[in-house]
C-alpha cells in the first residue's frame, strides 16, 4: 500500500478530483492547508498600509492505494493540476504498513 | 421659422387666457359682493378649514419624510457601522465592534429619553439646554415651532435621536481591539452628556453660542453635523486613540481587515443612511431636501474617485477599502455644506476630501505613530473640518438664504458669494469644536479607567474581544 500526499493550487482541485474518481480511485482525504514552497507570498494594502501575505492557500489531497493504481494516480494529478507557473505544489509518496477498516476490522489492502 | 411661429402662437393664447381669467375673477368677485353677510361668513369658515387641511397635509408629507429620514438614520448605525467596523477588525474582534454599535442603540436611546433631549434641544442657555423636557415632558403631537413647525416634536425628538447613537459610535472605531466593554459604557455614556449635548444645543439649539438659524454668537453653518457629529467623534477619536496606546503589535503585526465584504455593504448602508442624515436635515420635505440628497450623492461620489484615484497614483491599484472609505469620507465632508452648496461645488467638496483623508490615512498616521485602528480621525476629524471650512467658502443664498437684512433681503452666505466673515465663524466653531472633544475626551478617559479600566489584559487581547467580553465567537463554521 502507497500513501499518496499530494498539495496542488484550490482552483485544479476540482478537476484532479473529477479525474481520479474516473481512474477508479474512490477514498481521498482533503484538507484546506497554507503554506509556500518556492513560491513567495504577495503584497495587500489596505489604506496605504502593506503587507507580506507568504502563506498562500492550497488543497492537500491524502490516498492511501493498492500499488497498481499508484503510477496511474501520479500521472493524473500530475497532468490535471498542472499549470506551469511557480505555486502548483507537490507530491509525496509513502510506503503504508497496515490499514485497518473501523467498522469491520477488516485488514490490508481489502481495507482500502 | 416654425419655433417663432408656435412661440407667438404661445403668447397669443397666454393672453387670451389671461383675459378669460380676468373677466371670471371679475363675475366672481361681482358675485361674492352680491352675496349676503352670511354667505361672507361662511366662506371665511370655509377658507380656514382649507387653511387647515393644506396645513394638515403639509405636515403629513413632511412627517412621513422625516419618520423616513430617522429610519435611515438609524439604519446608519445599525447594520451601517457596524458593518463598516466588523469587517476592518481582525475575525476575533468582530462580534465586540458590532456590539459597540448595537449597544449603543439601546442605551443612548434610554438616555435620550431620560436627560439627553431635553439638554440638547430644551431652552437653555448658550452652550447647553435647561430641563424643560427631561423625561419627554411636552414632547408629543404637537410641533415644536422653533425648530420644526410642520411635524410633531415626536419626530423631531427621535430624528435626533438617531444623530446621537450614531456619533460616539464613530468614536469606536479608534479604541477598537483592545477597550473593555464595560469601559465602551461608561465612556461614551457620559461622552454623550458632556461633549455631545453641550455641542448639539451649541450648533442647533434656540440660542445657541453657535447657532446660524436662531440667533447665535458665531452663526457657524452646519446643516447636518459637520461639527456636531464628525468633528467631535473625530477629533475624540484621537484622544481616545493616545490614550489608550497601540494595540499590541502594532505597527510591526499585521492586522489586514478580516472582511472587506462586510465593511463593502457596511459602506454601501452608509451612503443610502445619509440621504436621512443630510435630506432628513432639512426637516421638512420641500425643495431644500432635495438640493441636500443631491450635493450628498454628488460629494460621496466624487470622493470615491479622489480616493482610490490617489490610491491608483500612488499604489498602482484602486482598492475596494480605498473606493468605500473614499465615499464614507466624502460624505462626512458634505454634511455640514449638505444644506447650502449646488451640486457643484458639492462635487469639488467631495474630491478634495477623498484625497485629503486618504492622505491622512495612508500618509500621516505612520507619520504621526498613533494606533486609530479603523481610521475614525483621519476620516471623520480630517473630513469634518475639511468640510465645515470649506461650507464658509461655498455656501450659498440660492440653496439657503438663512442670514437676512433687517427687511428681510438675503445677505451672502459663503466666501465665494462675498461673505468673507463667515470663513471666520466657521473656524470659530471648528476649534471650538476641537476644544471641546480634547478637553471632554481627556477628563472622561481618565474618569473611565479610575472607574472601571480601559484596557483588556493582554491575554484578553490576544484572545480577542469577542470571548473574553462577551463569550461568544463571530464564526463556527464547525458546529
Not at chain 2, 411636552?138 to 410642520?150: D, K
Not at chain 2, 432639512?282 to 460621496?300: D, E, W
Request: hydrophobic share 50%; charged share 15%; aromatic share 8%.
Amino acid at each position: 500500500m502507497t500513501r499518496i500526499e499530494a498539495i496542488i493550487q484550490p482552483s485544479r482541485f476540482e478537476a484532479v478530483k473529477t479525474a481520479l474518481h474516473e481512474i477508479g480511485i474512490e477514498g481521498m482525504t482533503v484538507s484546506e492547508v497554507r503554506g509556500h514552497g518556492r513560491q513567495k507570498g504577495h503584497t495587500e494594502t489596505y489604506r496605504g498600509r502593506e503587507y507580506e501575505v507568504d502563506l498562500l492557500p492550497k488543497v492537500k489531497i491524502e490516498m492511501v492505494l493498492p500499488y497498481n493504481l499508484v503510477d496511474s494516480a501520479i500521472q493524473t494529478i500530475l497532468k490535471h493540476a498542472k499549470t506551469g507557473k511557480i505555486g502548483d505544489g507537490k507530491i509525496f509518496i509513502s510506503k503504508i504498513d497496515e490499514a485497518i477498516r473501523i467498522r469491520d476490522e477488516e485488514r490490508g489492502e481489502a481495507a482500502l | 421659422m416654425p419655433e417663432t411661429d408656435s412661440a407667438g402662437n404661445g403668447s397669443n393664447t397666454n393672453t387670451r387666457r389671461c383675459r378669460r381669467a380676468v373677466a371670471m375673477i371679475s363675475c366672481l368677485v361681482a358675485i361674492l359682493a352680491l352675496g349676503t353677510q352670511g354667505a361672507l361668513a361662511q366662506d371665511a369658515d370655509r377658507i380656514a378649514k382649507l387653511e387647515q387641511q393644506v396645513a394638515a397635509a403639509q405636515s403629513a408629507g413632511d412627517n412621513a419624510w422625516m419618520l423616513t429620514s430617522a429610519a435611515l438614520v438609524l439604519m446608519m448605525t445599525g447594520p451601517g457601522l457596524a458593518l463598516f467596523y466588523g469587517g476592518l477588525v481582525r475575525k476575533r474582534n468582530v462580534l465586540a465592534t458590532m456590539m459597540q454599535s448595537f449597544a449603543l442603540m439601546a442605551f443612548i436611546t434610554v438616555m435620550w429619553g431620560l436627560v439627553g433631549y431635553s439638554l440638547c434641544f430644551g431652552p437653555g442657555n448658550s452652550f447647553i439646554g435647561g430641563f424643560d423636557h427631561l423625561f419627554l415632558r411636552g414632547v408629543g403631537a404637537e410641533p415644536n415651532s422653533t425648530y420644526a413647525a410642520t411635524i410633531p416634536q415626536q419626530t423631531f425628538m427621535v430624528y435626533q435621536l438617531m444623530f446621537a447613537i450614531i456619533t460616539p459610535g464613530l468614536i469606536t472605531g479608534a479604541f477598537a481591539e483592545r477597550m473593555k466593554f464595560s469601559a465602551m459604557v461608561v465612556f461614551t455614556g457620559l461622552w454623550f452628556v458632556v461633549v455631545y449635548a453641550p455641542l448639539a444645543h451649541m450648533v442647533w439649539g434656540q440660542g445657541g453660542f453657535l447657532n446660524a438659524a436662531l440667533g447665535g454668537r458665531f452663526p457657524t453653518l452646519d446643516f447636518a453635523g459637520g461639527t456636531v457629529v464628525h468633528i467631535s467623534s473625530g477629533v475624540s477619536a484621537l484622544v481616545c486613540a493616545i490614550y489608550l496606546g497601540k494595540r499590541l503589535g502594532y505597527p510591526k503585526l499585521a492586522m489586514p481587515p478580516h472582511s472587506v465584504t462586510l465593511s463593502f455593504i457596511g459602506a454601501c448602508l452608509l451612503w443610502v443612511g445619509w440621504f436621512g442624515f443630510n435630506a432628513g436635515s432639512a426637516l421638512s420635505a420641500g425643495s431644500l431636501a432635495s438640493s441636500a440628497f443631491v450635493a450628498t450623492h454628488f460629494a460621496a461620489a466624487a470622493a470615491v474617485i479622489g480616493w482610490a484615484g490617489a490610491e491608483w497614483l500612488r499604489n498602482g491599484k484602486p482598492s475596494v477599502l480605498g473606493a468605500i472609505s473614499g465615499a464614507v469620507a466624502g460624505l462626512v465632508a458634505i454634511t455640514p455644506a449638505s444644506g447650502f452648496v449646488t451640486p457643484m461645488p458639492a462635487l469639488l467638496i467631495g474630491l478634495t476630501a477623498g484625497i485629503v483623508c486618504y492622505l491622512m490615512v495612508a500618509v500621516g498616521k505612520a507619520a504621526f505613530g498613533y494606533d486609530d485602528s479603523l481610521d475614525a480621525f483621519g476620516v471623520h476629524g480630517v473630513g469634518g473640518t475639511l468640510g465645515a471650512l470649506l461650507t464658509g467658502v461655498f455656501a450659498t443664498q440660492a440653496i439657503n438664504p438663512l442670514f437676512k437684512d433687517a427687511q428681510g433681503q438675503p445677505l451672502p452666505m459663503g466666501l465665494l458669494e462675498g461673505n468673507p466673515g463667515q470663513l471666520g465663524n466657521q473656524l470659530v466653531g471648528v476649534l471650538i469644536a476641537w476644544g471641546i472633544a480634547i478637553v471632554g475626551s481627556l477628563i472622561l478617559l481618565k474618569v473611565t479607567d479610575l472607574l472601571v479600566g480601559l484596557r483588556v489584559t493582554q491575554e484578553e487581547e490576544i484572545q480577542g474581544l469577542d470571548l473574553s467580553q462577551h463569550g461568544e465567537v463571530g464564526y463556527d463554521f464547525e458546529s
